[in-house]
């Protein structure tokens, strides 16, 4: 079945470290989404990217970093810039501008 | 600036009775799209229905219709004959084609089924 994986489900960091939030899809969308969620509020923008070896800013992207080397892989890296990193990550894909998204499960962050 | 407001943080039915979930939108295209979605406790985001802006006729999708009012840019969501599994956070969001198809989302509003 095609669909969006986000690894790992949890993951904990300890201030001043990197991590790498893992994104793959198998449903040959072009576009992809990387969304934050804290509690109170919707899901804000990371990044984006529209296509392979391209991606653009959304609304929060200091402290996040990304990459597009393949269209199935969407990696999304939080840096030790990201004053609060804690909270609940989304990746999500599109086939086009009439669909929605499709979403993965999500990650869960905490900074220990 | 792009905005999505669901004046509404919780909302409570009845098994079996209907409820209207709020949504307002900011924008000055004309072309976009609007969408809900479902967030269970699971967490996995559910699309429940989409509409399009240029179409007049308000969608449906089985207990789910919407009721959009384009001049005044409002976008609710009907649920009816609701059901336990209905429980959920349920955001409302659009995108316009030419900013990137990004999706904005609302704050999202809790709906609480009672048995």
């Known amino acids: 079945d095609g669909g969006i994986t986000q690894s790992p489900k949890y993951l904990f960091r300890k201030e001043g470290q990197n991590v790498t939030l893992s994104c793959e899809q198998n449903l040959n969308h072009d576009a992809m989404y990387w969304y934050r969620q804290d509690p109170g509020q919707g899901l804000r923008l990371i990044y984006y990217?529209?296509?392979?070896?391209?991606?653009q800013k959304g609304d929060i992207a200091e402290g996040y970093s990304v990459s597009r080397e393949k269209k199935e892989s969407f990696p999304l890296t939080v840096t030790s810039a990201q004053k609060n990193p804690t909270a609940f990550y989304l990746c999500a894909s599109s086939r086009g501008h009439l669909y929605g998204y499709t979403f993965g499960s999500g990650t869960r962050l905490t900074v220990v | 600036a792009q905005t999505v407001t669901q004046s509404q943080p919780e909302m409570s039915v009845q098994e079996a009775e209907t409820v209207t979930l709020s949504c307002t939108y900011d924008?000055?295209?004309?072309?976009?799209?609007l969408f809900w979605y479902k967030q269970p406790p699971s967490r996995q985001m559910i699309l429940v229905i989409r509409q399009e802006a240029y179409k007049q006729q308000n969608a449906t999708e089985n207990r789910f219709s919407v009721n959009f009012q384009k001049a005044a840019k409002s976008f609710s969501l009907k649920i009816s004959d609701s059901q336990l599994g209905d429980a959920a956070m349920y955001f409302c969001?659009?995108?316009?084609?030419?900013?990137?198809?990004?999706?904005?989302f609302g704050a999202g509003t809790i709906l609480r089924v009672k048995s």
């Open positions: 969001a659009y995108k316009v084609p030419e900013y990137g198809n990004k999706l904005v």
């Open positions: 990217s529209q296509i392979v070896n391209d991606f």
């Open positions: 924008t000055s295209e004309s072309d976009y799209y």
